[in-house]
């Protein structure tokens, strides 16, 4: 028999909002889904630049929990399975029905689906104004900002969900696996001391480690607690809110993070019930603690046992090449940009692709006019393999050629 969590999983298709199937989506593609809501719904104040941000809540409860996604306004993921758990909870049916109810009578939710909308139109971690929110908790010169520690402080949330995107490179500890989501109880002071409050937070982190580690075994991360001032994380813990930073990291083809964004909805449908029930207490400081910390561990391509050749002869390295999006115009899509991050010894590092040129040379595409031709590369070519330049050579064989070009595989 399927417990919660894996009936979840299984039904997620069932849930999920169809219009939302890339993460540069804008403002004005969530106000219709709003507004179609059977759920109250409030403008709670205005970006920057005008637009309106918006609060959805549901639940007779007495217990209050705050949600909130886009803080920065291209860590989209969250927000994409926010409107995901709307549907779940708008659904009538036999489904999961008594979990509904029991969610809904003990507690009372508020989402704030985009609270940077203005970074979301550019798709940019900052806001119009050019300031990272999350470090803005202080000096408050976003309204966005205001916005956040206004609703704060109105509501008094019991728990307090910080919905985050971060870098699909992070590995979870020193290995191969990427943090496909990582996990943070906040640090309200310097000494990182564990008060009531603190300890509710990772007590549920322990409960959704445990759920998630069988949909993606070994692919859990924990971030660095270190005290950061001036972070909303920090501060919320501080001001009495047991917070929870979910971080939406990166998987191997899931370059929409669509199934990422499965893992958020059931992860937070999880939480709030276990929240709901109470029965996360018995998770202890070691279980959180055993949760491998994030590391900085991998290349998106790791190219190793390789010869390079100068005018002082050959000889071996490895190439860590890493790549980036890079948005259109309009913020609509992306193009991808490459770079040689490192070469050397990168033995304690790994790639998400590897490859293992052992006997073979690196040479600069530019030297195979053939190759140049057969796949029809247009404009410059590098006319030589160096560290922060594009990845654009060849891995040359005794047998053949392997032509890596902007970072990608070809042959």
């Known amino acids: 028999m399927q417990n919660f969590e894996e009936s979840l999983y299984n039904s997620f298709e069932k849930y999920k909002e169809k219009s939302l199937k890339i993460r540069r989506f804008k403002q004005k593609d969530i106000l219709p889904l709003i507004q179609k809501l059977p759920f109250e719904n409030m403008v709670v104040g205005h970006s920057y630049e005008g637009r ?69 139109e550019r798709f940019i971690r900052y806001t119009a104004q050019g300031i990272d929110m999350n470090r803005d908790a ?73 759920v998630l580690q069988n949909f993606i075994p070994g692919g859990i991360g924990r971030f660095s607690d270190e005290f950061e001032p001036r972070a909303f994380g920090d501060n919320i813990q501080k001001w009495g809110s047991s917070l929870i930073l979910i971080e939406s990291g990166g998987l191997v083809g899931d370059l929409e993070k669509q199934e990422i964004r499965k893992l958020n909805f059931v992860a937070i449908l999880s939480a709030l019930l276990a929240i709901s029930r109470e029965n996360y207490g018995h998770f202890s400081l070691q279980d959180y603690e055993n949760i491998p910390q994030n590391e900085k561990a991998l290349f998106d391509l790791k190219i190793e046992n390789a010869q390079m050749e100068g005018s002082g002869g050959k000889y071996m390295v490895d190439l860590g090449i890493n790549i980036d999006e890079k948005n259109n115009p309009r913020a609509t899509n992306y193009t991808h940009t490459s770079v040689i991050e490192d070469i050397g010894d990168l033995s304690v590092f790994f790639g998400l692709k590897t490859i293992d040129a052992q006997g073979a040379i690196l040479k600069p595409i530019s030297q195979f006019p053939a190759l140049v031709q057969k796949y029809k590369i247009k404009g410059s070519t590098p006319s030589q393999i160096e560290l922060g330049g594009k990845a654009s050579f060849v891995i040359d064989y005794k047998s053949g050629q392997k032509v890596i070009l902007n970072g990608k595989i070809l042959d």
């Not at 886009?70 to 993921?77: D, L, R, S």
């Not at 995901?84 to 003990?106: A, W």
């Open 52 to 120: 309106e941000i918006i609060k959805v809540a549901l639940g007779q409860g007495k217990r209050k929990i705050l949600l909130w996604s886009q803080m920065h306004g291209n860590e989209a993921t969250a927000t994409m399975a926010i409107f995901d758990i709307f549907n779940f909870f708008k659904e009538k049916g036999v489904d999961f029905q008594s979990e509904k109810e029991e969610i809904l009578s003990n507690l009372q939710l508020h989402f704030i689906p985009m609270l940077n909308p203005d970074g979301a």
């Open 138 to 210: 202080l000096r408050l010169q976003c309204p966005e900002s205001r916005i956040l520690k206004d609703n704060v402080g109105k509501l008094k949330p019991e728990f307090s969900f910080n919905l985050h995107d971060q870098g699909t490179r992070y590995s979870a500890g020193i290995s191969p696996k990427q943090a496909t989501v990582s996990f943070l109880a906040t640090a309200y002071n310097e000494a990182r001391e564990w008060n009531e409050v603190r300890i509710k937070s990772r007590q549920v982190i322990g409960h959704l480690n445990a």
